[in-house]
C-alpha cells in the first residue's frame, strides 16, 4: 500500500435531500485507506472522531497489510493524527511512514476522490433513518467497491495540474472583485 488513510466526516444527507421536514439522525466518522496500487479500501466506520479511534484503525490497518510491506499513510493535518497516543504506536512500528498534506490541500490524496465517490453514489439523497443505517450503507459501498476495486489514475502531469492552478489564480486575482 503506498498511500493510506485520509479520515473524514460524513453526513447523512446532503443539501439536496434537505426538506422542511428534514430530522437529521446523527453522524459518523469514516477512516479509510487507499491501496493506490489495487484501488481496494480499508475503512471503518467510529462513533467518534478521537486518537483512540484513529488508533484502532491503525491497527485495522496493520492487520490487513502484509508485514512485508511498509505503509505510507497521507493524513491531513487534524490533531487526531499527531496525539502521543499515536506517536508511541508508530515508534513501535518502523515500517508505517506519515506524510501530511498541507493545509486545505487535501484534494491532492487520492482517498479523497474516493469520498466523493462514496457520496455521488451511495449517500447523496440517500435516506438513512439512523446512524446505523449510515453506517450500513457505507459497508455496503465498501464491500461492493472492493469486488472489483480500480486503481484511480491521475490523468494529468503535475506541470499541467499548477499550469490550471496559476490560470485559475490569475483569473480570480485579475477579476476585478
Known sequence: MSQLPESARLEEASALATTHDYKRHGTTSLFAALDTKSGKIIGQTQQRHRSTEFRNFLDTIEKNVP?????????????????????????????????FTPTSASWINLVERWFA?????????????????????????????????????????????????????????????
Request: contains cysteine; positive net charge; aromatic residues 8%.
Open 67 to 99: 508485514t512485508d510491506l511498509d505503509v505510507h499513510l497521507i493524513l491531513d493535518n487534524y490533531g487526531t493524527h499527531k496525539t502521543q497516543l499515536i506517536r508511541n504506536w508508530l515508534a513501535k512500528r518502523p515500517r508505517f511512514h506519515l506524510h
Open 117 to 177: 465517490a462514496l457520496t455521488e453514489k451511495q449517500l447523496r439523497r440517500g435516506v438513512h433513518r439512523s446512524t446505523k443505517e449510515l453506517e450500513q450503507a457505507i459497508r455496503s459501498f465498501i464491500q461492493h467497491h472492493n469486488r472489483d476495486p480500480k486503481p484511480f489514475v491521475w490523468h494529468k502531469t503535475p506541470d499541467q495540474i499548477l499550469d490550471s492552478v496559476a490560470r485559475f489564480c490569475t483569473q480570480t486575482l485579475d477579476s476585478g472583485h
